[in-house]
């Protein structure tokens, strides 16, 4: 249901407060406001799905977004071109950290703004929701003298949230810690914090060649974004530093396939590469109302193939007045890879794709999509959720299972389920669900469990943004 405002009495500068606090009490990670014909269209992403916010006449809609361009330090008189800005206040006492976008549409200007919340990184690696396996990893890759360790998802995974969470682990008082960030999106006592400005020069490579000669014993990369920036990098992480970086992958094998395509010396990767950490993001069960169900016969084999179990029950998504849907945050699916010995020889020895998959997945490697089985076990998810994030061509498994039909599968669950009359009564009877499943879904058969072999890799941008400027008077 659509939220309601009296926008012929409230004031543009209250109005703007309250869709931004309001926003930040849902829980929401963006704020759209999308030009329509005869209004302007308000959504808001909330555990990473958009939803329907309000409708603000055409009458109030200029106002408002030359009110969100002032505050965010924007250019009113522009509206030809794309703007980034930011917004640092507090209202309500709700500490508000905003980054702004502004883009030309044919209908007028599209605003979108991202609220940043750091709560998570400030509790530390623990809260994060790695596996108890993978924490050890992560734990111990971090200790290492020098290397490079890269943070890698698609944009909105989460990526800045764990490297912020490693500085804080990292920053102690004998260390001298060093970041590189387009924009500066946490400030961090005892750590020196570099904003680039591509308008004046200040890029990325060229910060990294003067911090090295600051003595830095650790150095924060904002995000790998092209080839002189990968490489030095690298080369800064083997002479001495522990290098921390983000990188649009979708796992480790694309990651280093993706370093090589930037033309980084295989020898320099080999040598330097000290682990990948790769995440998605799925919604969270609500622990208030979920409840298990009997599993279908897809759902056993492709649990069975998996993890070796045999699962019976599994929990499923209710809704109840704590939640929506039945969902309630996000919580992170990971793949963490500790370079071994054998990895950095093959890097180095150039060989085949195959081989290089081999090493990567048959060693101690959780794939994500382990991971995220496992999360499902533990009714921290669903497996509805799980094959939304997880790319049918991320695992070998995907094949020998029928996954590819998961999407179907799913499509024939949910339509089964929206036929109860009451969403809080027994789940549909899973011997229909099953005989429709059985016609989408072609037989398993029982063969040895393959080798996850991530082989979809895709390229996401990263969000550019300006020189942070502190705006909080002006809601004075």
Known sequence: MLKTFDFERTPVVELVNEILVDAAKRGAS?????????????????????????????????NLITRVKIISGMNITESRLPQ???????????????RVSAVPTNKG????????????????????????E??????????????????????????????????QRLNKENTNIISVEDPIEMDIQGVNQIQTNSDIGLDFATVLRSILRQDPNIIMIGEIRDTETAKIAVRASITGHLVLSTIHTNDSLTTIERLLDMDVERYLLASALAGIISQKLAR?????????????EYE???????????????????????????????????????INQDIKDAISSNVRKEQL?????NGDVISLLQDGIGKVL?????????????????????????????????????????????????????TNLNNNIKKEIPKVEENVIPTPTPTNPSMDSGDKHSLFANRKSIFK
């Open 30 to 62: 963006d704020i759209h406001f999308d030009p329509q014909e005869d209004y302007l269209k308000t959504r808001i992403r909330i555990d990473g799905d958009l939803i329907d916010y309000t409708e603000i006449p055409n009458t109030i809609a200029k």
């Open 84 to 98: 980034d800005g930011a917004i640092k206040a507090t209202l309500e006492d709700i500490d508000l950290d905003l």
């Open 109 to 132: 200007e599209k605003i979108v703004i991202r609220i940043l919340d750091y709560s998570l990184s400030l509790a530390g690696l623990e809260s994060l929701g790695f596996s108890p």
């Open 134 to 167: 993978n924490y050890k990893k992560v734990v111990k890759m971090i200790s290492i003298p020098n290397g490079i360790i890269l943070v890698t998802g698609a944009t909105g995974t989460g990526k800045s949230t764990t490297v912020y969470s490693i500085l």
């Open 284 to 296: 969270k069960l609500c622990p208030h109302c979920r409840k298990l169900r009997p599993t279908n």
């Open 300 to 338: 056993r084999n492709l649990i069975k193939k998996v993890t070796g179990k045999d699962v019976s029950e599994i929990y499923t998504a209710v809704g109840c007045d704590e939640c929506k849907n039945g969902y309630n945050g996000r919580i992170a699916i990971h793949e963490v890879l500790l």
């Open 357 to 361: 998959r081999h090493l990567v997945y």
């Open 378 to 430: 533990e009714g921290l998810t669903t497996l509805e959720e799980l094959l939304k994030i997880i790319e049918l061509d991320d695992d070998e498994i995907v094949h020998s299972t029928g996954l590819e039909n998961a999407i179907e599968a799913n499509e024939l669950t949910k339509e089964s389920v929206k036929q109860n009359d009451n969403v809080n009564s027994t789940p549909v009877t899973q």
